[in-house]
């Protein structure tokens, strides 16, 4: 079998592969292709066979299958053994994840296992020559930085929702089976406890409504998760009211809290911290609502509302509804 020049690490929750993985699914395949190598791509679960021709369709070439009961649940240990053993198997020198939590816990890990290069959190990726070339932001988004390697191994994960999922070829790809029984994993997970099921992950989401503190108290945070239902969104929130326990931590956008990057994001209240914009400034489409004109979110935005969220969001959500009907 002809060596895989790219290895893709694919998530898949509940049977269901992420969209954060078919966006890096595109990127990886574009390097294969320029690279002039095929694709492989590696999942992990139980009872995930059928994830084969999806990942087929949109442009893998050989699926590495993990399909074990030891990997019903992300572990650190049980998933490095399974991508180790993928990228043995597919003699791939580049390593391609997203930046999820779990590809921000596994990626390093490889990286260091394999004491390959990594770079981490990426915006765009190209092939230059020898060189494999990423941007991403640093300092929390002011800067974008450019970087280059020409190392032999490379792990590098992508930013959610900065890569656009390819469309389905009707393709198809080989199955290797990995077997995965001897993985040594020392931390179990025993039961996973869900919250506010049917809610989309706000790092995930390809639409945010945000809140913060001008919502003046928990309560109001209704007005953001009505917004957020009609527009089938995540929610988001800022440190204050996280702090301030109106909301769980799992929402919080900024420097201390998760990195969204979506095609719409929605500021309701939020002044536009530095500490925020690092979690948001990359958004495609920045729409804020805030009463004091002045207020440095507006510095970010393509949209400004100057206006009171009282007022302005029971009218953006009716309109939406509107239009949903
Ligand atoms: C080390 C460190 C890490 C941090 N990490 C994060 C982080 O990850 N994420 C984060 O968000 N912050 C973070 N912060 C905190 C950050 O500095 C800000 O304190 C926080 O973002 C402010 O939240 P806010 O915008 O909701 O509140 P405020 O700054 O109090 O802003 C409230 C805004 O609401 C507006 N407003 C008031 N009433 C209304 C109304 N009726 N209608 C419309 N607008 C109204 C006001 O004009 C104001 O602009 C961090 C700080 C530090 C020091």
């Not at 948001?280 to 495609?284: D, G, I, L, Q, V």
């Given at each position: 079998m002809m060596a895989n020049e790219v290895l893709l690490f694919v998530e898949q929750r509940n049977g269901e592969i992420k969209k954060s993985s078919l966006e890096a699914l595109g990127a990886a395949k574009a390097i294969a292709t320029s690279k002039g190598g095929s694709l492989g791509a590696v999942v992990a679960g139980?009872?995930?066979?059928?994830l084969a021709e999806t990942l087929g369709s949109h442009g893998a070439d050989v699926v590495y299958m993990a399909d074990h009961g030891d990997m019903a649940h992300y572990s650190t240990e049980g998933y490095a053994h399974a991508v180790t053993q993928a990228l043995d198997k597919s003699g791939a020198t580049i390593l391609v994840g997203s930046a999820t939590a779990m590809g921000k816990d596994l990626a390093p890990r490889l990286a260091a296992r394999k004491d390959w290069a990594f770079l981490a959190d990426t915006t765009s990726v190209a092939i230059e020559g020898d060189k494999l070339v990423v941007t991403r932001p640093e300092y929390a988004g002011k800067v974008i930085s450019k970087l280059a390697t020409a190392a032999t191994g490379v792990v590098l994960t992508l930013r959610p929702n900065s890569f656009s999922v390819p469309e389905a070829s009707g393709g198809s790809a080989q199955v290797e089976t990995l077997d995965v029984s001897g993985a040594n994993i020392r931390?179990?997970?025993?039961a996973l406890e869900t919250k506010e099921?049917?809610?989309?992950?706000v790092a995930e989401a390809d639409r945010v409504v945000s809140g913060g503190?001008?919502?003046?108290?928990?309560?109001?945070?209704s007005l953001v998760f009505d917004l957020a239902k009609e527009l089938g969104a995540g929610v988001g929130a800022s440190r204050a009211v996280v702090d301030a326990g109106?909301?769980?931590?799992?929402h919080q956008v900024g420097q201390t809290g998760k990195t969204v990057s979506p095609n719409l994001y929605i500021a309701c209240g939020?002044?536009?911290a530095i500490q925020h914009l690092a979690g948001?400034?990359?958004?495609?489409c920045i729409v804020a609502i805030n009463k004091?004109?002045?207020?440095?979110?507006f510095q970010v935005a393509d949209y400004g509302i100057v206006g009171d969220v009282f007022e302005v969001l029971p009218k953006l959500t009716d309109a939406v509804k509107a239009l949903n009907s």
């Open positions: 139980e009872g995930i066979s059928g931390a179990k997970v025993v099921q049917g809610l989309v992950d503190r001008g919502l003046k108290e928990a309560e109001n945070f109106w909301i769980g931590h799992d939020i002044s536009g948001m400034r990359t958004s495609k004091d004109a002045e207020a440095p979110i």
